[in-house]
């Protein structure tokens, strides 16, 4: 009997330890088969655009951005830095452009932001999209609020947007347009995503043009805010000449001991500032003693190099303080010193000839400029009287073809249509938008703010520096000291309602696909 149940004992023994063989060979079948759906749907959901545009990455104050939304912004935002610099410094690498961008065949993320030690061009990026869809989302709900819808113009500027855009992809070569914008934002960008994007900034920019413009200011606070800030708004016509402290090396290359300390170099050019001021008794006895100074130099124009005008707000602190003195009359004469935390001590000689409180009407027009140089025979350069000729003629045809339209069609709408058929000749055009006297070449202005103006008048006047312009009239704009004053009101009231506005878009919340995305797509480099 005993051996009986000890076999028995034995076989279900056997039986269970295959049982759990078998159980732990399934739960090992089980976790494969797990792993393999797992990454499956992995690989479905992020080869696909699902994840990019089909869940929320960011939560700004209620506003929810997928990460294709987040993708155009950063690439936005990117894409206005890179040009803005590019047109401003070109595209050297081995110059200013080269220490401002970043390098693109390295991650972003592993590149210091320029003049950053703890920041890196991804995190830049990144904040700057942020900041800018907080900007988006509070004008699209302040859109909302007041009832405000995009005008019909801006859904065609879209649209047109998106022509275009489709366009470069086919001239690009890109299989379509799809293609193109995951190049240029990333993955998961489609047509539909991106003219939301573009509606979305188109709302946001009519609106904040449209609640800019319906601030409004009495003519006593416009003249205040002028009164207040006339130093900085005004002109000012002056002459200046500068005596640095800066130490000297010497120059080996010659036999003359150069040498001299940032004191006594200092001490120099106060004793040479002091010695200019006494020698001037008009304004041609300072151009006189200027080119004395410089006499081993045969280029130095003494009359151009001193002349300055400028206004107040672009003037070094401490002359300004003497220019926009309210004693200070007509050929004064004075010494200034740099302030005393300057890197360099410079002391200048200034000869004040005039400032200029804005009080005259700002003009409005459109200009076509014509700047090109005719072809010679033999391939010389042709002469100035040549270039001249040429310029005025070109313009003069442009001015003439717009003349012979119709009445009824003319206007600055068809002059500048027109600047398009004669885009091989224009080297530039465009609008005159509410400009000074101090904007627009010397040439131009006793035409221009010529009180007898009118709409719709026109003229070729040419300028040395520039070429041929052909010009139209628009309107007078009002005074533009007054412009300048409810501008900057404008400015400064728009922007204390924007903080108010944007305080609960402040609130940023990243959700995980924010960060898987980063991760997944190499975001930033």
Same mark, same amino acid.
């Given at each position: ?320 303080? &003497? /220019?926009? *003195?309210?004693? $200070?009359?007509? !050929? =004064?004469?004075? +010494?200034?010193?740099?302030? @005393? ?105 006793? &035409? /221009?703010? *010529?009180?007898? $103006?009118?709409? !719709? =008048?026109?003229? +070729?006047?040419?300028?040395? @520096? ?60």
């Amino acid at each position: 009997m005993s051996d009986y149940v000890s076999a028995k004992a034995a076989r279900l023994a056997e039986e269970e330890k295959a049982r759990a063989e078998h159980r732990k060979y399934m739960t090992i079948v089980y976790c494969v088969v797990a792993a393999v759906v797992l990454a499956i749907v992995f690989v479905a959901l992020f080869g696909s655009n699902l994840f990019y545009n089909g869940t929320t990455a960011l939560d700004i104050g209620g506003s929810k951005y997928s990460v294709a939304d987040f993708n155009y912004n950063y690439f936005s935002v990117y894409n206005s830095y890179y040009s803005s610099v590019v047109s401003s410094y070109g595209t050297d690498s081995s110059g200013l452009a080269g220490l401002m961008l970043p390098s693109t065949g390295t991650s972003f993320r592993e590149q210091a932001y320029f003049g950053s030690e703890d920041q890196t061009w991804a995190d830049y990026l990144e904040e700057a999209a942020i900041e800018r869809m907080k900007n988006v989302s509070m004008l699209c709900a302040e859109a909302e609020k007041a009832g405000y819808t995009l005008p019909q113009e801006d859904i065609d500027s879209v649209d047109e947007t998106i022509v275009q855009t489709r366009s470069s992809a086919v001239s690009g070569g890109y299989k379509d347009l799809q293609a193109y914008l995951v190049i240029m934002y990333g993955k998961g960008m489609t047509e539909k995503v991106f003219r939301e994007n573009l509606l979305r900034d188109a709302l946001a920019a009519s609106y904040s043009q449209y609640k800019s413009d319906s601030f409004t200011f009495t003519a006593d606070e416009i003249a205040a805010q002028y009164e207040e800030n006339a130093a900085t708004y005004d002109y000012y016509k002056y002459r200046l000449y500068s005596f640095s402290g800066a130490a000297v090396t010497d120059d080996e290359e010659t036999e003359e001991d150069e040498t001299m300390s940032a004191e006594d170099a200092t001490a120099k050019a106060k004793a040479d500032a002091e010695a200019f001021k006494a020698a001037v008794t008009d304004e041609q006895s300072y151009i006189d003693y200027a080119a004395s100074l410089r006499s081993d130099d045969e280029d130095y124009d003494a009359d151009e190099a001193t002349l300055n005008e400028a206004q107040g707000a672009s003037i070094t602190q401490v002359v300004l303080d &003497w /220019l926009s *003195d309210s004693s $200070r009359k007509v !050929g =004064d004469v004075d +010494v200034v010193k740099s302030p @005393d935390d300057s890197s360099t001590t410079y002391y200048y000689v200034l000869y004040f000839l005039g400032r200029d409180n804005n009080r005259y009407n700002a003009v409005s027009g459109y200009f076509a400029l014509f700047a090109g140089e005719p072809s010679t025979e033999d391939g010389s350069e042709p002469s100035e009287d040549s270039i001249r000729e040429y310029r005025e003629a070109n313009a003069q045809e442009f001015l003439d073809t717009y003349n012979s339209a119709p009445d009824p069609e003319k206007g600055v709408d068809l002059f500048a249509e027109q600047a398009g058929s004669f885009s091989d000749v224009i080297s530039n055009s465009g609008n005159i938008t509410t400009v000074g006297i101090y904007d627009v070449p010397d040439s131009m202005v006793e &035409w /221009l703010f *010529d009180p007898a $103006r009118v709409e !719709g =008048d026109t003229t +070729v006047i040419y300028d040395e @520096d520039g070429g041929a312009y052909a010009l139209y009239f628009s309107q007078f704009d009002g005074v533009y000291g007054d412009l300048m004053a409810e501008a900057e009101l404008r400015s400064d009231t728009y922007t204390e309602w924007s903080e108010e506005a944007t305080e609960p878009f402040n609130t940023v919340d990243r959700q995980w696909e924010m960060g898987l995305s980063k991760k997944i797509t190499a975001l930033g480099g």
